[in-house]
C-alpha cells in the first residue's frame, strides 16, 4: 500500500465501511525498520481492524513518520510518532546482566514515545551515525552466517540484504535474506522444515513447526514464519554483540527530553511459550525488576511499555503495580512486524487494561499539543 494509492482509494470513496472500536496499538513497525507493511498500509491495516489509534515504531529511524502522519490524516485516524533502539546499560548496576534482549548482555530495548513532528527530522539525525555502525556490524553478522551454512545458503550483504531495506537494517532483514535462500533450494514446507532441523540443526518449537508446515494453506505467512524459526533459534550461531551502534542509556534520556518525547523501557519478563515464536524460553529481567525500576526512575525516564499478549497475568499485575509506585506513565507496546500477528489485542476487552487505552490518546494529545508545524 502506498500513499498515493490510499489518497485514490479516499478521494474515489472506493474505502470498505469499517466499524471504529476500543483498540489500540502504539508499536507498528513498517518497512523502515522491518515489517510487511509501508507506513501507509500500516495506517490502513489499523483502520481496516477498526482501531482507535496507531503508532508507528521503527528501528533507529523516524523516516516513515511524515507518511504515517499524512497517511492517519486522510483515514482521519489519530495516529502517534515513535522510535526504538538499543541503549548501553554498562554504566548502571545492569552491567553483565541478561536485560531485556535475547543476544546480549548489558543492553537494552528502549523507546522514544510522543515526537513532535518538527523534531522528527533531527531526531532521524541523532541516529544516522548509529544506523551506519549498525551496518558495519551486520557485514561482519552475515560473513558469520557463511561460515556456518552451505554454500548454496550462503548471504551477501550488498546484493541480498539491503535490497529488502528501507531505511534501518536490523537482524531480521539478514535473517528474510536466509530465508528467502532456503526457499529457492528448498521448494516445500517440508523440505524447509528439514533444512532449518538438520542442515542449520536449529531447535523448531512445535507450534512455529504447524505453522510452516501449514505454508501450503498460508503463503502469505510462510516466510515470515521460516524466518520467526530463525529469530528464536539461530541468531546465536552468527550474532556480533553491537557496541558503538548503541548510545549510553544517559545520552538517549538526554536525546529524548531535548526533543520534548517520553523516554520509556521496554519490559519483557522471563519468556516461556513465545506469543509469536521469535524468542526462546529464557529469563530476563524479572528476578531484579524491583532493582530495575528504581534505577529506570533515577535515570529519568518517563515510561514503561508492555505487551499484555505477551505476559502471565502475574508479571502484568507486578509491573503494574510497579509502575504505578514509581510513577511511571503505561504505554501499550505490542510489537507488530509481521503479518500473522493480528493488529487487535483482545487484552484491552478487560477493564485492568483500560488505563492503556487512554495512555494512547494521552500520548496523542500531547504530541499534538507540541508540534508546531
Known amino acids: 500500500m502506498t500513499i498515493e494509492k490510499l489518497r485514490v482509494m479516499v478521494e474515489n470513496g472506493s474505502l470498505p465501511a469499517v466499524n471504529r472500536t476500543h483498540y489500540i496499538n502504539n508499536h507498528i513497525h513498517t518497512t ?28 533507529d529511524t523516524t523516516s516513515g513518520a511524515r507518511e504515517f502522519l499524512e497517511a492517519g490524516k486522510l483515514l482521519d485516524l489519530p495516529v502517534t510518532v515513535g522510535v526504538e533502539c538499543r541503549v548501553d546499560m554498562s554504566r548502571t548496576p545492569f552491567v553483565g546482566r541478561r536485560i531485556n534482549n535475547p543476544d546480549q548482555d548489558s543492553c537494552a530495548y528502549v523507546a522514544m514515545h510522543c515526537i513532535p513532528h518538527q523534531y522528527i527530522v533531527a531526531v532521524d539525525n541523532w541516529f ?24 548454496y545458503l550462503a548471504i551477501d550483504f550488498d546484493r541480498d540484504v539491503l535490497p529488502l531495506a528501507v531505511s534501518t537494517v536490523t537482524e531480521r532483514h539478514i535473517l528474510f535474506a536466509l530465508t528467502k535462500k532456503i526457499t529457492a533450494v528448498y521448494k ?11 542442515v542449520l540443526e536449529i531447535d523448531v518449537p512445535a507450534r512455529v513447526e504447524r505453522n510452516i508446515l501449514g505454508g501450503h494453506d498460508t503463503p502469505q505467512y510462510y516466510e515470515y514464519d521460516i524466518l520467526g524459526a530463525l529469530k528464536g533459534n539461530f541468531v546465536e550461531k552468527f550474532y556480533v554483540n553491537a557496541t558503538d551502534e548503541m548510545p549510553d542509556v544517559s545520552e538517549f534520556i538526554e536525546m529524548v527530553h ?13 519468556v516461556g511459550d513465545s506469543v509469536t515464536g521469535d524468542k526462546k524460553t529464557q529469563k530476563f529481567e524479572d528476578d531484579y525488576l524491583d532493582d530495575l525500576m528504581r534505577v529506570l526512575k533515577e535515570l529519568g525516564f518517563d515510561a514503561v511499555t508492555y505487551m ?52 494512547a490518546f494521552a500520548l496523542i494529545e500531547r504530541e499534538s499539543r507540541l508540534s508546531t508545524e
Not at 498500509?41 to 528501528?59: F, Q
Not at 516445500?188 to 538438520?198: F, Q, S, V, W
Not at 502475574?314 to 509506585?325: G, H, K, P
Request: hydrophobic share 35%; charged share 25%.
Open 32 to 59: 523502515h525498520s522491518f515489517s510487511p507493511y509501508t507506513p501507509a498500509g500500516a495506517v490502513y491495516t489499523a483502520w481496516a481492524n477498526g482501531l482507535a489509534t496507531a503508532g508507528i515504531m521503527d528501528h
Open 258 to 270: 531535548r526533543y520534548d518525547g517520553l523516554a520509556a523501557y521496554a519490559y519483557l519478563g522471563d
Open 188 to 198: 516445500t514446507p517440508e523440505e524447509a522444515l528439514h533444512c532449518l532441523k538438520n
Open 308 to 359: 499484555p499478549t505477551r505476559n502471565t497475568e502475574a508479571q502484568l499485575d507486578r509491573v503494574m503495580a510497579l509502575c504505578e509506585e514509581y510513577g511511571f506513565m503505561q504505554i501499550s507496546g505490542e510489537d507488530i512486524n509481521s503479518p500473522r500477528q493480528s493488529f487487535i489485542c483482545k487484552a484491552y476487552d478487560k477493564p485492568k487494561f483500560k488505563h492503556l487505552i487512554d495512555a
Open 128 to 151: 544516522a551515525p548509529y544506523r551506519e555502525a549498525r551496518n558495519r556490524r551486520n557485514r561482519k553478522m552475515c560473513e558469520n552466517i557463511n561460515k556456518i551454512v552451505p554454500d
